[in-house]
């Protein structure tokens, strides 16, 4: 029998708050699955607060999404009240795979740690229509499991269809698992109609979790990732520059991919427009791809070139709101081509397109449009893409006749 004595054990369930990137321009949107109304669980003031109300609310940054969850602790959701809720929350979140929320929970965190701010929501198919037309540039899949891709690939699809012809299209990345055979013939889950602003990221990373344990590695959909790249590109460069490669495309928080690609594996990735994610020696693991979803033969294939025209539809068209219930002459074409003309130009310096052309004048403005009252301005312009492709010729010539 032991001799009387004390007994003292530490419970290590601290929560590290992540690293980030520096502040991005770029706003994420997530929407989580709405039957489980996980991400509900961290709207600030309880589930019956304003943004519990409202149907979405703003995470600002890591220190935003580590707080709210300190915060949710305290709630009366079953399960999760008082210093059980703080145990059970702080296990979960270091043990891969362990709830639905923990899931979602990881892939807010993973976007949060590019320097991008998040919308969050819970709500129906999708989002309320408050959220899906919020001043959102980028959304993302969120689940690896329990047959969450396809669900989250849904949400953002018709999140990017809802606006594309508006005046303010959202890009929108999806999650293709990395348990798909990999065929020419594989497509991508819940794909938008409006491809041209979509791009699928192959497979899952693992990554540590938030106790940086590295017994506990957490496995996660690429996907917001990819958007992460996005919002990266956004603050080093513009968007009409490719988040791939060695520059802008490298994965934050990452010890390994799922899956293994050979080269022929990356080639039949990208043949079916599958941006492909693996470790490059020496430099990481990277983002090795910019397609979009987009099946044409267009440059809208591109993600930088299809970016390029969702700028261009977002800084224009409150131009073209200008001239709205304004004189239809030639006084209020020469506002418009001049303003126009300035968002042009700077994009000509800043590398996004090399030529264009505004049509705004009788040829297009006839006397039977003017009549209609309706304006019209052609305005065309020529890309410039990136480069996919690098060809190299070595050769042992003897130049010494020429030196």
């Keep these: 029998m032991p001799y009387p004595g004390v007994t003292v054990r530490i419970l290590d369930e601290s929560l590290v708050v992540s690293n980030s990137e520096l502040d991005s321009p770029t706003i994420g949107g997530f929407l ?4 489980n109304h996980s991400m509900k669980l961290f709207a600030y003031n ?5 943004e519990a109300q409202q149907g979405y609310y ?5 220190a935003d999404w580590f707080a709210r969850l300190t915060s949710f602790y305290n709630y009366n959701y079953p399960g999760f009240s008082g210093t059980n809720g703080a145990t059970l929350a702080a296990r979960d979140l270091l043990t891969n795979g362990a709830t639905a929320w923990t899931d979602e929970w990881y892939h807010v965190h993973n976007f949060l ?3 991008a701010p998040c919308y969050v929501t819970w709500q129906d198919s999708g989002a309320t229509m408050d959220f899906k037309y919020l001043d959102i540039d980028v959304v993302f899949s969120g689940s690896t499991g329990n047959g969450g891709t396809p669900a989250h690939n849904a949400y953002v699809s018709s999140m990017i269809d809802e606006r594309a012809s508006t005046p303010n299209p959202v890009f929108g990345v999806l999650a293709v698992h990395s348990g798909t055979t990999i065929t020419g013939a594989m497509t991508v889950t819940s794909s938008p109609t409006s491809a041209q602003y979509a791009a699928a990221a192959f497979g899952e990373k693992k990554h540590f979790n938030v106790a940086g344990d590295p017994a506990n590695l957490i496995i996660s959909s690429l996907a917001p990732d990819v958007a992460g790249c996005i919002a990266r590109t956004d603050r080093e460069s513009y968007p009409w520059f490719s988040p791939a490669g060695a520059r ?3 994965i934050a928080n990452a010890v390994s991919t799922t899956r293994y690609l050979s080269e022929a594996d990356k080639s039949t990735l990208y043949g079916a427009r599958i941006n492909p994610i693996f ?3 020496g430099e990481g693991i990277l983002l090795w791809g910019d ?3 987009y099946t044409g033969t267009s440059t809208l294939s591109g993600i930088n070139v299809a970016r390029l025209f969702i700028y261009l539809k977002k800084t224009i068209a409150p131009i073209a709101r200008g001239v709205l219930f304004e004189q239809n002459d030639q006084i209020t074409r020469n506002l418009f081509i001049s303003a126009a003309d300035s968002v042009l130009a700077d994009v000509v310096a800043k590398r996004g397109i090399s030529e264009y052309k505004i049509i705004c004048d009788e040829t297009n403005n ?3 449009i003017i009549e209609a009252k309706t304006f019209v301005a052609d305005i065309l312009v020529k890309p410039i893409p990136s480069i996919n492709f690098v060809r190299l010729t070595f050769t042992n010539k003897d130049l010494s006749s020429t030196l």
């Design 366 to 368: 006839t006397p039977e």
């Design 279 to 281: 470790n490059v020696p």
């Design 248 to 250: 802008r495309g490298r």
């Design 32 to 35: 989580g699955l709405p039957g």
């Design 113 to 115: 740690q590019y320097g």
């Design 58 to 62: 703003y995470v600002e940054n890591l």
């Design 46 to 50: 309880g589930p019956t607060g304003t």
């Design 291 to 293: 397609k979009t979803l």
